[in-house]
């Protein structure tokens, strides 16, 4: 059976992610930066819930170790922090995504799937967006999200 880390897991889209693929038949590692939103996943039969910070490059490294992971889905991130700086935002959403990915190549992981978001393109616009759309991040959180 294929095993999935799930970072971000008692998040909003974390969370639906984790129910649905539990019911798909995966097994699934939910990391959670604390007990915040795990209700909504702590009841799920057979889940494996481990809790870090996605910037605790050791604990991060232990987990991956410890573990063999088919995919990993990220999804851990700062959002809608009022209060963070731009360094914290670069500091989780960036440089965090890059040390997790490049653990993942060191351990093997078949799939890394990092979720971004429709900001990197701007605040507002009137177009259908693709891949090909131009990027304009307005926010320090989509500022992040693009560079990593």
Known sequence: ????????????????????????????TA????????????????????????CDVKKMEEILSLNRFHAIIHLAAIVHEHDASENDFERVNCK???????????????????????????????RALDEESPCNPQTPYAVSKLKA
Do not use: P
């Open 1 to 28: 059976m294929n095993e999935i880390l799930i970072t971000g897991a008692n998040g909003c889209v974390g969370s639906a992610l984790v129910n649905s693929l539990m019911r798909a038949g995966y097994k699934i």
């Open 31 to 54: 990391l959670a930066l604390d007990s915040f939103g795990v209700n909504h996943i702590d009841n799920i039969k057979g889940i494996k819930i481990v809790y870090g910070d996605i």
């Open 96 to 126: 965090a995504t890059i040390m997790l990915f490049d653990l993942a190549k060191k351990y093997e992981v078949q799939q890394f799937i990092f979720v971004s978001t429709v900001a990197v393109y701007g605040e507002e616009t009137a």
